[in-house]
């Protein structure tokens, strides 16, 4: 079992930045792939950003896509996402999730196998 641990949530300005990271427990963390998602106020769930096992390969929904950098540190067992130039808009709880048996990265929430508990991200205009 793989539990995942968000923080740097908080509150942000429009035109700002704030950086959100995921610790994960165990030895396995660079077999995972790993992505974030996120949940705004009465919408679904929306597909943020993805990364493959060793960082190579990255994803981003369009909506984030030059505003956002996910990374990760396979020696810390450690995913982030660097969000900047925040809209109100990007205002979520915000969710890491992880895919384990050495899957691709992918946007579909449902091939992730671990997800942490989330942290809120609000942005003010």
């Known amino acids: 079992q793989v539990q995942l641990v968000e923080s740097g949530g908080g509150l942000g300005q429009a035109g700002g930045s704030l950086t959100v990271s995921c610790a994960a427990s165990?030895?396995?963390?660079?077999?995972?792939?790993m992505a974030w998602f996120r949940r705004a106020p009465g919408k679904e769930r929306e597909f943020v950003a993805a990364?493959?096992?060793?960082?190579?390969?990255?994803y981003y929904a369009d909506s984030v896509k030059g505003r956002f950098a996910i990374s990760r540190d396979n020696a810390k067992n450690t995913v982030y996402v660097q969000m900047n130039t925040l809209r109100p808009e990007d205002t979520a709880v915000y969710y890491c999730?992880?895919?384990?048996?050495?899957?691709?990265?992918?946007?579909?929430?449902?091939?992730?196998?671990?997800w942490g508990q989330g942290t809120q991200v609000t942005v003010s205009s």
């Open positions: 990364i493959s096992r060793t960082g190579s390969s990255i």
């Open positions: 999730a992880a895919r384990s048996g050495y899957g691709r990265f992918s946007p579909a929430g449902e091939d992730y196998d671990y």
């Open positions: 165990g030895r396995m963390f660079d077999t995972y792939a």
